[in-house]
């Protein structure tokens, strides 16, 4: 039993220094931010086990993003995942999260919780492995590896709580054509049919609440049984894990237990709205992690793309938090190259999301302070305001430094203008 005041507990009383330094960061009001954090409506991933730079997720914060990077069973390179986490953290990321299923996962967990920046990981994948195969997992060897990771100090911990009986009765009763593409929900469905019990995490909640106050680390609620393609969508599986995941959203808040919550995977474009507000209502507005939304199944290469488009409908409903999607996504393990295209892709939906999100978004200041910088054709400060400074400058610089670019040449509507105003105000 945690004898410790959790974060939240400790919102309810006053102001953390953590709540107000992340509240400074987010250019909110400290108090008004403790009452947030205490209402479950901003999370701050901070195990006290581990320091280091902090990231507050949810209402009132700029939208953030995560980049996923690991190893497989087939490809096992600890050292590219370094280099991995390292580009991740150089283009922009705000987390990570380590999804490694292959070599000595303690290790390579080691290595990434010693970078400056909150780590998840998905326990479950270790717990799997220690136990060889999903069907002999068992309840005390997975609390033991969630204990585990939290002492380790892992900040979030994606947990498919609400992959229970329930939903997998929805499943039986109403197919789907992929029935479950979560490689988390895939383990406890396995289980659950194997051995034709409760899946622990939900039937013992209780007690994973404990471990978790313990340690101070945020649960974000798994999106088990998400559509895995568009025809799947509207298919109840998933409508059952979201009241599920409402239901034990308000838990872990009444055992001052930090959540957020995931989803929803692939969805039609005109059905993201109504899915983000659904569970934001479920939960009591908890902060959301969405991998997409993928609005098409078939850019393959490009799905990248196809999740920062969903993801900037989504930002505009009331999700919080996007997880980068590499071009390899269902092709391969991402290599360097995909990490970096992926997570400024990620960081552009982000960037697009707080635009929506925010009134008169379009007035912020970088914003007018680029168009200003392309009507003087100040290429030095357009490249200063770029999201990406190298990329802007390289492919200018592709056919010689020139006044105007080599599009329009000696024809640039942009130089014309300045050249009649400028007579004009003579």
């Given at each position: 039993?945690c004898?410790m005041r959790?974060l939240?507990?400790?919102c309810?009383a006053?102001?953390?220094p953590l709540?107000?330094a992340?509240?400074r ?8 931010f403790?009452?947030a954090?205490a209402?479950?409506?901003v999370?701050?991933?901070?195990n ?20 996923n ?7 096992c ?11 991740a953290?150089?283009?922009g ?10 070599g ?6 080691k290595?990434?919780l010693s970078?400056?920046?909150?780590v ?16 002999n997992?068992?309840?005390?060897l997975l609390f ?5 990771h939290?002492?380790?100090g ?9 992959v229970?009986r ?8 109403d197919?789907?054509?992929?029935p479950?593409v979560?490689?988390?929900?895939a383990?406890?469905v ?5 051995s034709?019990e409760e899946?622990?995490l939900?039937?013992e909640f ?12 945020v649960v974000s609620?798994?999106?088990g049984m998400?559509?895995?393609c ?7 599986a998933k ?5 599920n995941?409402g239901r034990l959203a ?9 959540r957020?919550?995931e ?7 005109d059905?993201?709205?109504?899915n ?10 908890a ?8 609005v098409?199944d078939?850019a393959?290469g490009?799905?990248h793309?196809?999740a920062?488009?969903?993801g900037?409908?989504?930002c505009?409903?009331?999700a919080?938090?996007?997880c980068?999607?590499s071009?390899s ?6 290599i360097v190259?995909?990490?970096i295209?992926?997570t ?12 929506v999100?925010?009134k ?6 970088r ?11 100040d290429?030095?400060e357009q490249?200063?305001l770029?999201l990406?400074?190298d ?7 592709r056919?010689g430094?020139?006044?105007t ?6 024809l640039?509507?942009?130089?014309m203008m300045?050249?009649?105003f400028?007579?004009?105000?003579k």
């Amino acid at each position: 039993m945690c004898l410790m005041r959790t974060l939240i507990q400790k919102c309810v009383a006053g102001i953390p220094p953590l709540v107000e330094a992340a509240a400074r960061q987010e250019g909110q009001n400290p108090r008004d931010f403790a009452r947030a954090v205490a209402r479950g409506h901003v999370v701050i991933p901070a195990n006290p086990v581990r320091p280091h730079r902090s990231c507050a997720i949810g209402d009132g914060c700029r939208v953030k993003v995560n980049v996923n990077i690991g190893t497989s069973g087939e490809r096992c390179d600890p050292g590219l995942e370094h280099e991995k986490a390292l580009a991740a953290i150089t283009n922009g990321t705000d987390t990570l999260m380590d999804l490694s299923t292959g070599g000595n996962l303690e290790a390579i967990r080691k290595m990434i919780l010693s970078l400056d920046i909150p780590v998840g990981t998905v326990p479950v994948y270790d717990a799997v492995r220690r136990a060889g195969n999903a069907t002999n997992l068992n309840s005390d060897l997975l609390f033991n590896v969630i204990r585990e990771h939290c002492r380790q100090g892992v900040d979030f911990l994606t947990l498919h709580c609400g992959v229970n009986r329930e939903a997998l009765a929805a499943l039986r009763s109403d197919p789907r054509i992929l029935p479950v593409v979560s490689r988390g929900g895939a383990f406890h469905v396995a289980w659950m049919e194997q051995s034709g019990e409760e899946n622990p995490l939900f039937s013992e909640f209780a007690y994973l609440l404990e471990i978790l106050a313990e340690y101070e680390v945020v649960v974000s609620l798994g999106d088990g049984m998400r559509p895995g393609c568009l025809q799947d969508a509207d298919r109840h599986a998933k409508t059952v894990e979201y009241l599920n995941l409402g239901r034990l959203a308000n838990r872990a808040l009444d055992a001052g237990v930090q959540r957020m919550i995931e989803g929803p995977g692939h969805l039609p474009f005109d059905q993201i709205g109504y899915n983000v507000r659904m569970i934001k209502e479920l939960t009591n507005e908890a902060p959301l992690y969405l991998l997409g939304p993928l609005v098409t199944d078939i850019a393959t290469g490009y799905d990248h793309v196809v999740a920062a488009i969903g993801g900037v409908e989504a930002c505009m409903h009331g999700a919080d938090f996007l997880c980068m999607v590499s071009p390899s996504e269902h092709l391969a393990l991402p290599i360097v190259g995909d990490i970096i295209e992926g997570t400024r892709v990620a960081k552009i939906s982000a960037h697009i999301g707080d635009l929506v999100r925010g009134k008169d978004g379009y007035k912020m200041p970088r914003e007018r302070q680029m168009a200003d910088a392309r009507r003087r054709l100040d290429w030095k400060e357009q490249f200063a305001l770029s999201l990406f400074p190298d990329a802007a400058k390289k492919i200018h610089e592709r056919d010689g430094e020139l006044d105007t670019c080599s599009m329009c040449g000696d024809l640039c509507a942009v130089k014309m203008m300045q050249e009649i105003f400028e007579k004009t105000k003579k």
